[in-house]
């Protein structure tokens, strides 16, 4: 099972609502990432966690609140956003080694629009 | 402060090879060149990875040259399930810069 599942696929949500991202792995990594995409731009990391902590905040507004339960799950809880917060949310996982062989798994993304 | 440069776009037809190129002319020593693409609608997804020897997979193939300073992505037979974006990605193996960072990409359109 090579799979990142991410739940759900599209979410809208108003500026004073509160949702959440979920995202679940089976193949043992030890590493969760989360990546926002705005449309026709590349990947920005947001989030990493190793080992269940947040070894990685790239500096992302509070509105956005990260959580990893166990080593399968991540979580991404939102509140109060604004529109343009609007965008394609990835989750990745890797093995979480130094080595060259460590590769990226993505989920297919949760598209958010926040009206 | 881009660490590779790639070309916006190119078109391929079906059947043929395509040859996406790379330039990493700021690549240092103990810097891994990765290549991942990105399908409309889904996540990103790995390819292929060298250092300095030319390496192939089941995918792909990727060039290397000695200097190190520039790379080719090469699909062989290229089919319409290959459109894609195609990063070409620079990054260290160990320390904080480790984190994959997505330049721009180039988006290939294989054409029937």
């Known amino acids: 099972d090579t799979e990142v599942t991410q739940t759900p696929k599209h979410l809208v949500m108003g500026m004073t609502n509160k949702k959440s991202l979920k995202c679940e792995q089976h193949?043992?990594?030890?590493?969760m990432y989360w990546y926002k995409q705005k449309a026709k731009k590349p990947p920005e990391l947001m989030f990493v966690?190793?080992?269940?902590?947040?070894?990685i905040n790239e500096s992302v507004p509070s509105r956005f609140s990260p959580e990893c339960p166990n080593s399968s799950l991540l979580n991404l809880h939102l509140h109060a956003l604004q529109p343009e917060d609007s965008a394609l949310y990835l989750c990745?996982?890797?093995?979480?080694?130094?080595?060259?062989?460590?590769?990226?798994?993505f989920g297919s993304g949760t598209q958010l629009s926040v009206l | 402060d881009a660490k590779t440069t790639q070309p916006p776009s190119m078109d391929c037809a079906e059947g043929r090879a395509a040859n996406l190129p790379c330039n990493h002319s700021?690549?240092?020593?103990?810097?891994?060149v990765y290549w991942y693409r990105q399908i409309h609608s889904q996540g990103p997804q790995y390819i292929i990875h060298?250092?300095?020897n030319n390496e192939t997979n089941e995918m792909a193939s990727l060039i290397i040259t000695e200097d190190r300073k520039s790379s080719t992505l090469i699909l062989p037979h290229a089919t319409l399930r290959d459109t894609a974006v195609y990063y070409c990605i620079v990054r260290p193996l160990s320390g904080s810069a480790r984190q994959l960072t997505f330049g721009s990409g180039t988006q290939l359109t294989v054409l029937p």
């Open positions: 990745a996982s890797s093995q979480d080694t130094d080595g060259h062989n460590e590769k990226l798994f």
């Open positions: 193949m043992g990594h030890r590493a």
């Open positions: 060298g250092l300095k």
């Open positions: 966690y190793s080992y269940e902590k947040l070894s």
């Open positions: 700021t690549i240092s020593g103990n810097e891994y």
